[in-house]
């Protein structure tokens, strides 16, 4: 595992997309110096660029990360930066603030545990309504600023995503989540069309519920997006999985500040998961179910710094906490 303040020696002369050398601090640049650096960041994204055209990346867009217009300009910039770096983009996208929002208008109480909601029935058709509704709507009208790009779906559109009832174990003790799914199924014959024509699809996490038979029950499920994105990018075989969230990265010592994880192995992620609490729980499960499912790198990186997408995809350091394949030493 290695943190901003123990940079690995191992890090050291890795290939494009693996690296994390720790930058100096930079000296202000003003004039020539400035137009340089501008060339430099250009260039600087080549390799990047030649490695990841023609790939496929999750992209799981948080809550608390867009609640703010500037950020969601700036998210929707990037994305379209990418479609048009050759990359297929597809985004994931959550809404737990936005629904909290809707449920308190409405008077409705809900509770997380274990960094998911509770959902009840009245809670589940806000949920939908909020997400497919309104969360999407807004992500694919700044998408859409850019050019015919973005298309919406829910994980019940094309049956896309198929879930089953989860619970939970919160401190041992097994709690009943409600109507919250765990994604059995992806089929991703409708986000394959849609790459093959250019698009960029925009997934809100809906999912039919189905039985032990694999039939439909008529319900639907509310899953957590990181899950879903999780399980997206491992039926797409991704290159990449980005979750945008508002914090920095994964904290070691969380809420110590200092304890910043710029990289670790999934077999080291595996050892620590128990520890982890609230929102970072489930997604960090899905940084782990991404890695463990073949993707090569999953990512953490901080919403609330405009176009830190971009530094993660087209930097040699990147950004946040990244999650890579590798076997536990101890
Ligand atoms: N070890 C940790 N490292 C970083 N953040 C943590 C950690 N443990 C808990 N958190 C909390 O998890 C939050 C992110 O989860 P959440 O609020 O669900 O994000 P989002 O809305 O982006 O899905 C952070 O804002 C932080 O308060
Ligand atoms: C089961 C569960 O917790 N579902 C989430 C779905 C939205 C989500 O995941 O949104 P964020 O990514 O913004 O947290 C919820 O109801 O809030």
């Known amino acids: 595992m290695s943190s901003t303040q123990q940079p690995s020696p191992s890090k050291t002369g890795e290939q494009p997309g693996t690296g994390r050398p720790a930058s100096p601090p930079m000296p202000e640049p003003t004039g020539m110096d400035l137009a340089q650096r501008k060339a430099e960041a250009l260039i600087e994204a080549l390799p990047w660029i030649q490695r990841f055209a023609g790939t496929t990346m999750v992209i799981k867009y948080g809550g608390n990360a867009m609640v703010n217009d500037g950020l969601r300009r700036a998210f929707a910039e990037d994305i379209v930066f990418l479609r048009h770096a050759g990359i297929n983009p597809v985004v994931v996208h959550g809404g737990g603030p936005q629904i909290n929002a809707m449920l308190d208008k409405l008077g409705i109480e809900s509770e997380f545990r274990g960094g998911l909601r509770v959902t009840t029935p009245q809670a589940m058709d806000v949920v939908r309504m909020v997400l497919t509704g309104q969360v999407q709507r807004d992500l694919i009208g700044l998408i859409n ?57 925009v997934l809100s996490t809906v999912a039919p519920e189905v039985g032990a038979d694999g039939e439909p029950t008529g319900a639907v499920l509310n899953v957590n997006a990181d899950t879903a994105a999780a399980a997206l990018a ?42 982890l609490v609230s929102g970072m729980i489930p997604k960090m499960r899905a940084c782990l179910a991404a890695v463990d499912a073949g993707v090569s790198r999953a990512h953490i990186v901080d919403g609330r710094q405009p176009h830190s997408m971009l530094l993660e995809v087209f930097t040699t350091a990147g950004v946040g906490t990244q999650v890579v394949p590798g076997k536990d030493e101890k």
């Open 145 to 201: 600023s850019h050019g015919p790009y973005a298309v919406g779906l829910s994980g019940e559109d094309g049956a896309t995503l198929q879930a089953v009832r989860a619970g939970t174990t919160v401190d041992g003790i097994e709690v009943d989540l409600g109507l919250v799914g765990e994604v059995t199924a992806v089929r991703t014959d409708q986000i394959d069309n849609l790459l093959a024509a250019q698009m960029i699809p």
């Open 234 to 275: 491992a039926a797409l075989g991704a290159s990449k999985l980005v979750i945008l969230t508002d914090v920095e990265g994964l904290y070691a010592a969380w809420p110590d500040k200092s304890s910043l994880i710029s990289s670790l192995t999934n077999d080291e992620l595996r050892r620590m998961l128990p520890s």
